[in-house]
């Protein structure tokens, strides 16, 4: 597609399960991002991927919390042993351009919510 | 603490008038700053941007403006239409591939 696709666009999980998230990037947009969104907030880092590079993880809130990226275009998020607190929206976000100074696409998000 | 903010999370504002969104951030050193918007059940979308080199940039009914002695930045939205309403954010670059975001201001424009 021409965005960044993100799915699933809504996750439903019961604390202490496991949830992936995935993200597809713009095709040729070798950064990509992920950030979180709770209710009424703003954008909170979380992990960013960058060609062959290792990958900036300094924004993961847990140990919980890992992403990989394959092949250099689609994105896994995980979290494992879910918590209430970790129900947010998910947005990835992809890049032409190395470093911050650049348009960020966005997706449309995958809302998580955790029971 | 949070380092891009902005002065009110809420606007109302009446269609047809200009609307301003401001934000205020501290760190010296950002070099970058991108205003989005985001719309209910959406991703942001970038608006425009704006480096530290320029004080103003314009786009489509957008403007920009930068003052650098006292950390500011404002979106300026002219003859504000029903589609203006979303939610706004300020990010800024602070040298390096992370943009970090405020809170947000959330425009609601009045018929």
């Known amino acids: 597609g021409a965005g960044v696709s993100q799915s699933p666009s809504n996750k439903v999980t019961e604390k202490g399960k496991d949830v992936e998230l995935r993200c597809d990037p713009i095709?040729?947009?070798?950064?990509l991002y992920w950030y979180r969104q709770s209710l009424g907030q703003g954008l909170e880092f979380l992990i960013y991927f960058q060609g062959n590079s290792a990958p900036d993880k300094s924004g993961l809130p847990s140990d919980r919390f890992s992403a990989e990226r394959t092949g250099g275009s689609v994105s896994t998020l995980t979290i494992q042993r879910t918590q209430q607190e970790d129900s947010a929206v998910y947005l990835c976000a992809s890049s032409l351009r190395q470093g911050g100074s650049g348009e960020l696409f966005f997706g449309e998000g995958s809302r998580l919510t955790v029971l | 603490g949070e380092s891009v903010g902005l002065h009110l999370p809420t606007l109302s504002v009446q269609e047809g008038d200009n609307s301003i969104i401001n934000c205020a951030y501290s760190?010296?050193?950002?070099?970058?700053f991108i205003w989005y918007k985001q719309e209910s059940g959406k991703g942001p979308q970038f608006i425009i941007d704006?480096?530290?080199?320029?004080d103003k940039r314009q786009g489509q009914r957008v403007t920009v403006l930068l003052n650098k002695t006292v950390k500011h930045l404002s979106l300026q939205i002219a003859a504000t239409q029903p589609g203006d309403s979303a939610v706004y954010f300020c990010?800024?670059?602070?040298?390096?591939?992370?943009?970090?975001f405020g809170a947000g201001t959330t425009v609601t424009v009045r018929a």
């Open positions: 704006i480096r530290s080199n320029m």
């Open positions: 760190n010296s050193a950002s070099d970058y």
């Open positions: 990010a800024e670059n602070r040298g390096d591939y992370k943009l970090s």
């Open positions: 095709s040729g947009h070798t950064a």
